[in-house]
Nanobody
């Protein structure tokens, strides 16, 4: 059984930092593309970052230079380091593992940026 579990969210002031984790079980994450998305109330799900099979990382323009995505295949975990947070970063952050016809999602972790 595949499980994807995000953690690390919380309330942070503008300009602050958080580090999110995405722990996967039931799959070998080195065989999957691992993506981060976010969804704010009333808005569509938004792509944030992708850790590719080749080791590269791609980012959405909205977070480039502020967020850093990394993967630790040995720990079966993907991280999202978020710096210089803004109120518009407030959302549920979701992790996605996919390859071919397989697509697995976690339930997300809430990030709220507010003073």
């Amino acid at each position: 059984q595949v499980r994807i579990v995000e953690s690390g969210g919380g309330l942070v002031q503008p300009g602050g930092s958080l580090r999110l984790s995405c722990a996967a079980s039931g799959i070998i994450i080195s065989n999957y593309v691992m993506d981060w998305y976010r969804q704010a109330p009333g808005k569509q799900r938004e792509f944030i970052a992708s850790a590719t099979l080749g080791g590269g990382i791609n980012y959405a323009d909205s977070v480039k230079g502020r967020f850093t995505c990394s993967r630790d295949n040995a720990k079966s975990t993907v991280y999202l380091q978020m710096n210089s947070l803004k109120p518009e970063d407030t959302a549920v952050y979701l992790c996605n593992a996919w390859r071919g016809g397989e697509d697995y999602w976690g339930r997300g972790t809430q990030v709220t940026v507010s003073s």
